[in-house]
Nanobody, 116 residues
Framework: QVQLVESGGGLVQPGGSLRLSCAAS????????MGWSRQAPGKERELVAQ???????GYAGFVKGRFTISRDNAKNMVYLQMNNLNPEDTAVYFC??????????WGQGTQVTVSS
């Protein structure tokens, strides 16, 4: 059974930073493309970052230069370092696996709230 469990969310002031973690089980992240998606209230889910099996990364334009996705194959973990957060980044962030260009599995999500 594939499980993706996110942690690290919370309340942060604008300009602050958070590091999200995703613990994967039932799936080897070294053999799968992984990513982070988010959903803000009243909005559709949007993919914000992804990392391929060979380490190539891609980012949505609205987070490029601020967010960094990485993985630790030995720990079977995926991370999202988020810097210079703004209120528009407020959302539930989901760890996802990606198969042939589409999202395959979702975690339960972790809430990120950016507010002063």
């Amino acid at each position: 059974q594939v499980q993706l469990v996110e942690s690290g969310g919370g309340l942060v002031q604008p300009g602050g930073s958070l590091r999200l973690s995703c613990a994967a089980s039932g799936i080897a992240i070294r053999a799968n493309a992984m990513g982070w998606s988010r959903q803000a209230p009243g909005k559709e889910r949007e993919l914000v970052a992804q990392i391929g099996t060979v380490g190539t990364t891609g980012y949505a334009g609205f987070v490029k230069g601020r967010f960094t996705i990485s993985r630790d194959n030995a720990k079977n973990m995926v991370y999202l370092q988020m810097n210079n957060l703004n209120p528009e980044d407020t959302a539930v962030y989901f760890c996802v696996s990606i198969r042939e260009g589409s999202i395959d599995h979702w975690g339960q999500g972790t809430q990120v709230t950016v507010s002063s």
